[in-house]
């Protein structure tokens, strides 16, 4: 997975950290997020279950998210947090840490 930074438009910058996450910041404006914070980490789920799971976990934690069809990344599902670049930069790296330990398909195994 690349960490390049690519433009999404509006002065906006994306950096995926793995598969499923995606931090987008506004570098060279003030910040238009909610919340006052610097960036948007996006997660990508491809169920409204573990979506939902998710979701339950950052509001035990009063981290406040909003849940969404795909609308930045190609998952079905989106759940966007305000700023708590430390939640996504942990997340990446268990989600590249399982990546590593699935299986190959058979057909690149061989």
């Not at 997020?33 to 934690?61: N, P």
């Not at 190609?74 to 947090?81: A, F, G, K």
């Amino acid at each position: 997975m690349s960490s390049r930074f690519f433009s999404l438009g509006e002065g906006r910058v994306g950096q995926y950290l793995s598969d499923r996450v995606l931090v987008v910041r506004t570098p060279f404006r003030r910040s238009q997020f909610r919340f006052g914070a610097s960036e948007i980490c996006v997660f990508g789920f491809s169920d409204l279950r573990s979506a939902r799971r998710f979701t339950q976990s950052l509001a035990a934690r009063s981290i406040p998210f909003s849940l969404q069809a795909g609308e930045v990344m190609t998952w079905p599902l989106e759940v966007r947090v305000w700023g708590h670049l430390d939640l996504a930069k942990r997340l990446a790296g268990r989600d590249r840490l399982d990546a590593r330990q699935r299986p190959l398909p058979a057909s690149l195994a061989a």
